[in-house]
């Protein structure tokens, strides 16, 4: 039992650890985006 238990949660966790390095990439991108566009938009009105 020990083995099974054992045998699924590591594929699990580290498909759990996969999701949220993902979306935290993805919201840091989205970020850093946002902040270059406002960036160009201040230099545009200057």
């Known amino acids: ?3 099974l238990c054992s045998a699924i949660l590591v594929p699990l966790m580290i498909g759990m650890f996969t999701v949220i390095t ?3 990439e993805s919201r ?3 970020l850093q ?3 270059e ?3 160009i938009e201040q ?3 200057l």
């Open 33 to 35: 985006r946002d902040a």
């Open 43 to 45: 230099q545009a009105q």
């Open 28 to 30: 840091r991108s989205q």
């Open 1 to 3: 039992m020990t083995k």
């Open 37 to 39: 566009m406002m960036k």
């Open 22 to 24: 993902t979306i935290q």
